[in-house]
């Protein structure tokens, strides 16, 4: 099977999930957060090697404050306690995202969980936290200034090289995967998925199981990726 390297998935529909069952959006979040504690194993298990997932926007911070506050503490709460299994199976966990606005206790949670998993080599659980696709290009390109300021010759600077001025250095993403019904990318890993293939499904996230991301994977195997070029067969 072809399995993609780079997976990342828009986790979107938790709020919606809940309030179909008649609970509140924060209800839709804690199943969210299970939800992907067991799909990231399960991707890993597939062959996928690095897993990235929006879990917060920059604009998420236009909510109502009680959402906001719950999906930070949720996050503190994983971060301290839960992804036992994912670090146990030896996946390195970074978090993409601006550091600024975000509460002590939170960077704190950040700053342990990538401390703790630094040296894992069994896959990458890249976590979008108060991220911006945008916002990672210009940060980005600001580093990258700073650079040329102080002497780097930029004489054949390639698309290539600019990947290290980015949070975290990761591969392209092969396969994007929007749950939740909305076909868009609201501000997601923008420079990465130049050449990403698509796959959106109405399934909310919560409901987003095993046999689901497989129909994924499935459906990634017969797309034929061109990268702007020809099969042999078409240029003869
Ligand atoms: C995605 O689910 C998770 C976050 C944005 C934190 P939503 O909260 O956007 O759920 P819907 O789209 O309102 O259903
Ligand atoms: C994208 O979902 C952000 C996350 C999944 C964290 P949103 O629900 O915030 O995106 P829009 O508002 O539908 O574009
Ligand atoms: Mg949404």
């Not at 998993?117 to 200034?145: R, S, V």
Request: hydrophobic share 35%; with cysteine; charged share 30%.
């Amino acid at each position: 099977m072809n399995v993609p390297n780079h997976v990342a998935i828009i986790m979107d529909g938790n709020g919606r999930w809940a309030t179909k069952r008649g609970l509140k959006r924060s209800a839709g979040h804690l199943e969210g957060s299970k939800t992907l504690e067991k799909l990231a194993i399960h991707a890993y298990d597939m062959g996928v090697k690095v897993l990235s997932v929006y879990a917060f926007s920059t604009d998420n911070f236009k909510r109502d404050p009680e959402e906001v506050e719950y999906l930070m503490n949720l996050l503190v709460k994983y971060f301290n306690t839960k992804f036992e299994k994912i670090i146990k199976r030896g996946v390195k966990i970074v978090i993409s995202g601006r550091k600024t606005n975000l509460r002590e206790d939170v960077l704190e949670a950040i700053n342990n969980i990538e401390a703790k998993t630094k040296a894992n080599q069994n896959g990458i659980l890249n976590i979008c936290f108060n991220y911006g696709g945008q916002e990672e290009i210009i940060d980005g390109a600001l580093k990258l200034a700073k650079d040329i300021n102080s002497g780097l010759d930029i004489t054949n600077f390639k698309r290539e090289d600019f990947y290290k001025y980015l949070y975290h250095e990761l591969p392209p993403i092969d396969l994007l995967i929007r749950t939740g019904g909305e076909e868009r990318v609201s501000n997601f890993m923008l420079y990465q998925m130049s050449y990403s293939e698509f796959y959106f499904t109405n399934t909310y996230f919560p409901d987003f199981d095993k046999s689901e991301f497989n129909k994924a994977l499935f459906m990634f195997e017969n797309r034929d990726r061109r990268f702007g070029g020809l099969h042999d067969i078409q240029t003869k």
